[in-house]
């Protein structure tokens, strides 16, 4: 009885949280159309703090940094938005067309590879293919056990080798490192993570680039250069989550 009341309670919470995020993003469509721009930030960006994340949400807080001049903001919202929901073409066709207008090249948004390797993975659903074929595989070990059929060992073979390859994709897209995206313009390059630290760079706004550490409110990042530094985390945004929460929240 306690159990079910529990996930009652819970099924209820999280109603009411949808709800609460439909009226924020709501709001912060309003606010936008109304030419209240910053407010329309602060809505967008209080939904995806509150687990509301969608494309749409991410999309219309590019467009609304876009027409605030934040080019660095829209691009990592759109970026935000692929790893949300890799399959929304739309994304893809307006990071490209930001990415020329910011005069970036394609690596300078895409320095590590494995990053692509796990998007591709959450699109065409991997995990649950992984999942499927090693089933498929312990059901195949089953049936060779008491068949003697030549079939059978193919079968096994073949199902156990799809399930390698197909749960090696996701894992590779683990091993790549965090990245975060240049949001401001004239973002620095510090010599260490402290607030009087000396600036030894300038980061190119829109650039995304590999997150070495993290302390304190910033991040250690590497520029497509090559110069190493760190970066305060209100001018470089991480992608590998929203605006605000910190790392395993």
Known sequence: ????????????????????????????????????????????????????????????????????????????????????????????????????????????????????????????????????????????????????APWAGRAVWASSALALAVGAVPLAGALGRPTAVVAVPGAALLESASASAATVGELREGEVLPVLAESAGYLRVEDSSGARGWARQSDVWPLDRPPGRSPGQ
Not at 52 to 65: D, F, I, K, P
Not at 107 to 127: H, I, K, M, S
Request: charged content about 25%; proline content about 3%.
């Open 1 to 148: 009885m306690r159990r079910a009341l529990a996930a009652l309670l819970l099924l209820v919470a999280a109603t009411i949280t949808a709800q609460d995020a439909d009226g924020r993003f709501r709001a912060a469509n309003e606010a936008a159309r109304a030419g209240d721009l910053l407010r329309a930030v602060e809505e967008y960006r209080a939904v995806a703090v509150a687990g509301g994340e969608s494309a749409s949400l991410y999309w219309n807080w590019a467009q609304v940094a876009s027409r605030r001049g934040a080019l660095g903001e829209a691009l990592w919202a759109l970026l935000r938005g692929r790893a949300v929901e890799p399959g929304d073409g739309r994304l893809g066709r307006e990071i490209e067309r930001l990415r020329e207008a910011a005069s970036l090249q394609p690596a300078e948004l895409a320095p590590e590879p494995l990053g692509a390797v796990a998007r591709l993975g959450r699109r065409l659903r991997l995990g649950w293919v992984a999942l499927a074929a090693a089933v498929a595989s312990v059901l195949c070990h089953a049936v060779a056990r008491r068949s003697r």
